[in-house]
């Protein structure tokens, strides 16, 4: 069988991502995307994770009952709601950073510093930015 380089990329960076321990995958992107924009629209928030509302409905529930989040009526649209990160919310996201950064550091360890920026800014292009806001390490 012959691949051709893009089938070879996609099948190389699914076999990279998937041996990358994410733990609770959807929360913690969840409260990632709230620490930079906090007081998002459930709808908008629902549109930059790209889960399905029902799906999204579930995972802020949980962060509900936890404590990590609060939703808001709108005070100009009575039918949306708007959701925050409480304290305990950014206490949980900068553990799951902390974890997730000491647990996958070593899959970039083979890389320098400029080959880091290199698959950096091909990622940028490849992959929509749901970051924006969130400040890089220097």
Excluded: W
């Amino acid at each position: 069988m012959i691949m051709n380089t893009e089938q070879l990329l996609l099948i190389k960076f699914h076999k990279f991502y998937n041996s990358i321990p994410k733990g609770r995958d959807s929360q913690g992107r969840i409260l990632r995307i709230l620490s930079a924009h906090n007081g998002i629209s459930q709808h908008k928030l629902q549109e930059i994770v790209g889960i399905k509302p029902g799906s999204l409905s579930e995972v802020l529930i949980k962060l509900e009952k936890t404590g990590c989040i609060t939703r808001k009526q709108d005070k100009n649209d009575k039918r949306c709601q708007n959701v925050y990160i409480t304290d305990k919310g950014r206490q949980v996201f900068e553990e799951i950073h902390q974890a997730n950064a000491e647990e996958s550091a070593h899959y970039f360890d083979i890389l320098n510093a400029k080959e880091k920026k290199t698959l950096l800014s091909l990622l940028d292009k490849l992959v929509p930015d749901e970051n924006a806001g969130i400040e890089l390490e220097r």
